[in-house]
């Protein structure tokens, strides 16, 4: 499970809004074997007025939020970004100085979804992985 915010100034994100997320995902397929069908992202193009970012970071600056259920690796966390940064380099463009993901764990007891608490779900996936 994990839900996925991105955050960048408009005219830069909305153009690659759709590969963003195909390469996000498939990060997350590849590193948490998550199962193909769990995609939650959501966008968030900001004016640039109200998107402020350090010196050494271009427009294309683009920041990447992932909330997931806690029990996932250190190693495979670490594969997650590399991933994340390859694949977006490669078929975007995107420089790594130009893209900074947060990882916020948080244990399942702490969700609800469909109706119960994330604790008492049924997956038909591994969190510790």
Known sequence: ???????????????I???????IHSCMVEAF?????????RFFPMDKKDF?????????????EVSMFEGRTVEAK?????LLYERS?????LSPQD???TIF???????????MPGDELRLHYKVDR
């Open 1 to 15: 499970m994990g839900q996925i915010k991105v955050y960048g100034i408009k005219d830069s994100l909305n153009p």
């Open 52 to 64: 402020y970012y350090p010196s050494g970071r271009t427009e294309a600056y683009t920041i990447i």
């Open 78 to 82: 670490k594969r997650f970004f590399q």
């Open 99 to 101: 893209v900074e993901i």
């Open 89 to 93: 380099n490669r078929e975007l463009q």
């Open 105 to 115: 764990e948080t244990p399942q007891h702490n969700w609800g979804i469909r109706g």
């Open 33 to 41: 074997e998550i199962p193909a069908d769990k995609k939650f992202h």
């Open 17 to 23: 809004k759709e590969t963003l997320s195909e390469i």
